[in-house]
């Protein structure tokens, strides 16, 4: 029989209570998942839409047509399975749901301890926003796989020539299922390493991010050798955004088509506007996007607690990812791609999102230990109190 009198003693509560909330993350993750299969399995798919003609066309791994080739070749085992394309897609991003909660804990655990973990696991797997884009088979969830893993690898306490490797792959991978990962994995490369030098060195980080490249080569010289352009798929993409920010959805003259580079693109109304706007994107990102893809407007007092602990504690982990998650976001934060509230769709903020979580599942783990400690404090001061009454 238990004894529930010594299960719950002091010294076996927060064994308890952290088990309490996995159990908590899983039955809210497991209600995510059915609500949002129920709800939304017949919404029609948006980014998407497209990747089970470029999946059926495709003859091998790069040949995807105009988008990152990891989505489609998903797809494809899948469809080469006999699934449904539709459902295969939502089925999915269900799944990346699933593993980006688990890896969550994976990767958190030993950075930062497991209630931090727990609680980040929980905070993600209640967002609606991230069950209603994994049933859009949204890529942002097939990057933010690879880029946990990267960084997993990148930063692992004990640099080994084996991790080097892995996070070169992982890397590849998420440039891979959207070229603009690049733009946040070569930040979160840079300040992990500045913040705490890797044992391995230069040598170590190079075969790293020289696999990374190498992997993605291929790709990009195929885009050049078809269409003209290294970046040829993307840049008409961003000929897209630049046509909604000059002229939205209704031009009154048929606004200007082909590719448009990068640079182009970040220049467009020259340099002083080029400036305004990334700032102007950062305040919107910062005011109005990131808080409302938490969903839970209460989490924004965990997550500036798990700012400061993370100044406390001198880790800034989680602050790197945040900001070089968002520093491909901000170009075009500021466009008024949805028309009813302006600024951009919430998939794009799905990487900063993740950092939030875990800011919040920190924030909350250290304010448990305050006021434990706190607590102790407060018992000692009134049992000292009560012997020097009773001597008395």
């Given at each position: 029989m238990i004894d529930f009198r010594k299960a719950f003693l002091r010294d076996n509560f927060p064994r308890i209570f952290r088990g309490l909330v996995l159990l908590l993350a899983a039955a809210a993750l497991f209600s995510n998942i059915t609500v949002c299969w129920k709800v939304y399995r017949n919404e029609p798919l948006r980014e998407?839409?497209?990747?089970?003609?470029?999946?059926?066309n495709s003859s091998y791994f790069y040949d995807s047509g105009l988008v990152e080739p990891v989505p489609v070749a998903a797809l494809k085992a899948a469809m080469a399975a006999g699934a449904d394309p539709d459902k295969a897609l939502r089925l999915e991003g269900l799944a990346l749901f699933f593993v980006i909660a688990l890896l969550t804990y994976l990767v958190l655990r030993p950075r930062f301890g497991e209630m931090a973990a727990s609680m980040s696991v929980l905070f993600l797997a209640a967002n609606p926003f991230m069950g209603y884009y994994a049933m859009q088979g949204s890529s942002h969830l097939f990057a933010l796989v690879f880029l946990l893993l990267f960084w997993h690898f990148?930063?692992?306490?004990?640099?080994?020539?084996?991790?080097?490797?892995?996070?070169?792959?992982?890397?590849?991978?998420?440039?891979?299922?959207r070229l603009d990962a690049f733009f946040a994995l070569l930040p979160i490369a840079a300040l992990s390493r500045a913040s705490r030098p890797r044992s391995s060195g230069l040598k170590g980080a190079g075969l790293a991010l020289g696999l990374s490249l190498l992997l993605v080569l291929p790709y990009v010289i195929y885009q050049r050798a078809h269409y003209g352009s290294f970046f040829?798929?993307?840049?008409?993409?961003l000929r897209r955004w630049a046509n909604i920010d000059l002229y939205g959805y209704s031009p009154?003259?048929?606004?200007p088509a082909g590719p448009l580079a990068t640079s182009a693109f970040l220049f467009r109304d020259g340099p002083a506007r080029a400036v305004r706007s990334v700032f102007?994107?950062?305040?919107?990102?910062?005011?109005?996007?990131?808080?409302?893809?938490?969903?839970y407007k209460f989490?924004?007092?965990?997550?500036?607690?798990?700012?400061?602990?993370?100044?406390?504690?001198?880790?800034?982990?989680?602050?790197?990812?945040?900001?070089?998650?968002?520093?491909?976001?901000l170009p075009l934060a500021a466009i008024k791609q949805v028309p009813s509230t302006g600024g951009i769709e919430l998939r794009y903020f799905l990487w900063s999102l993740w950092p939030l979580c875990a800011l919040a599942g920190l924030g909350f783990q250290e304010t448990l230990a305050w006021a434990e400690v706190n607590l102790d404090k407060w018992v000692t001061q009134k049992n000292e109190a009560y012997?020097?009454?009773?001597?008395k």
């Open positions: 998407a839409y497209s990747r089970s003609l470029m999946a059926v990148w930063d692992a306490p004990e640099p080994r020539r084996s991790s080097d490797i892995l996070a070169g792959l992982y890397g590849g991978l998420a440039i891979l299922c040829y798929g993307q840049e008409l993409s009154q003259t048929p606004p102007a994107g950062l305040g919107r990102s910062l005011a109005y996007e990131l808080p409302r893809t938490l969903y989490l924004l007092i965990l997550v500036f607690l798990g700012v400061y602990a993370e100044f406390v504690l001198k880790k800034r982990r989680l602050l790197f990812f945040l900001g070089a998650a968002l520093l491909p976001v012997s020097r009454a009773g001597k």
